[in-house]
C-alpha cells in the first residue's frame, strides 16, 4: 500500500534551518508530483509547492520562495524540504502529499517543526 | 489567486442528520477540487476528488457535486467518525488554494 512516511519533530533555533523528509512507498516514485503543505497551530492549511520526481522541476507558492527549497532522492524514493531563515512565523506541521488518482490522493503523517530560542 | 470561500465554519449537528458544507471558487477552476477530511490527532485523508469521485474505501454516505462555483460535500447520514474538520482543496491553478476548514460538532 502508498505510505509516505515523514520525518520526526523538529525543534529550532530562530535563524536557522531545517530540512524535513517524505519516505514514499508502494508506488513509482518518479510517476506523482509530491506537495508539501503547511498548517499553523489551530489554522487552516497552505500549499507550499510541489515536485515531480521524475524530471524534479518544482514549483513554489510566491509566498514560500526563498523559504522552501523541495528536493528529491529517486534512489531513496525521498522528497525534501528545507525551510530557511525560521522565525516563529514557521512553526507549523507541515505535510507532504502524493498522487493516484489524482493530486494529494495519499498523505504523510506530518512534521511538527518548532522553532524557539 | 483563486478563494475559496468554505461556508459554514463550523457546523453543529446529530447523529443521522444530513448535512452538506460548500466551497465557493473565486474563479472557474472545473472538476478541479477534492474534499479533505482531518481528525483531531492531525490526520488527512482525501474523500472526494476531482469534485465527485469517491475515493476508494471512503463510505458511500460521502458525496461530492457542483452547482455553478459552489462545490458541495454531503454527508448523507452522520456517523460518530465523521465529526472532525473538513477542507476543500482547489488545484486548478496555483497556488493552489484550500478552503478556510468546517469544523462538525455532535449536537
Known amino acids: 500500500q502508498v505510505q509516505l512516511q515523514q520525518s520526526g519533530p523538529e525543534l529550532v533555533k530562530p535563524g536557522a534551518s531545517v530540512r524535513i523528509s517524505c519516505k514514499a512507498s508502494?508506488?513509482?516514485?518518479?510517476?506523482?508530483?509530491i506537495h508539501w503543505v503547511k498548517q499553523r497551530p489551530g489554522q487552516g492549511l497552505e500549499w507550499i509547492g510541489w515536485i515531480y520526481p521524475g524530471n524534479v522541476n518544482t514549483k513554489y507558492n510566491e509566498k514560500f520562495k526563498g523559504k522552501a527549497t523541495l528536493t528529491a532522492d529517486k534512489s531513496s524514493s525521498t522528497a525534501y524540504m528545507q525551510l530557511s531563515s525560521l522565525t516563529s512565523e514557521d512553526s507549523a506541521v507541515y505535510f507532504c502529499?502524493?498522487?493516484?488518482?489524482?493530486?494529494?490522493?495519499?498523505w504523510g503523517q506530518g512534521t511538527l517543526v518548532t522553532v524557539s530560542a | 489567486d483563486i478563494q475559496m470561500t468554505q461556508s459554514p465554519s463550523s457546523l453543529s449537528a446529530s447523529l443521522g442528520e444530513r448535512v452538506s458544507l460548500t466551497c465557493r471558487a473565486s474563479?472557474?477552476?472545473?472538476?478541479?477540487l477534492n474534499w479533505l477530511q482531518q481528525e483531531p490527532d492531525g490526520t488527512i485523508k482525501r474523500l472526494i476528488y476531482a469534485t465527485s469521485s469517491l475515493d476508494s474505501g471512503v463510505p458511500k454516505r460521502f458525496s461530492g457535486s457542483r452547482s455553478g462555483s459552489d462545490y458541495s460535500l454531503t454527508i448523507s447520514s452522520l456517523e460518530s467518525e465523521d465529526f472532525v474538520d473538513y477542507y476543500c482543496l482547489q488545484y486548478a491553478s496555483s497556488p493552489l488554494t484550500f478552503g478556510a476548514g468546517t469544523k462538525l460538532e455532535l449536537k
Open positions: 474563479q472557474d477552476i472545473g472538476s478541479s
Open positions: 508502494g508506488y513509482t516514485f518518479t510517476s506523482y508530483y
Open positions: 502529499a502524493s498522487g493516484g488518482k489524482g493530486p494529494f490522493a495519499y
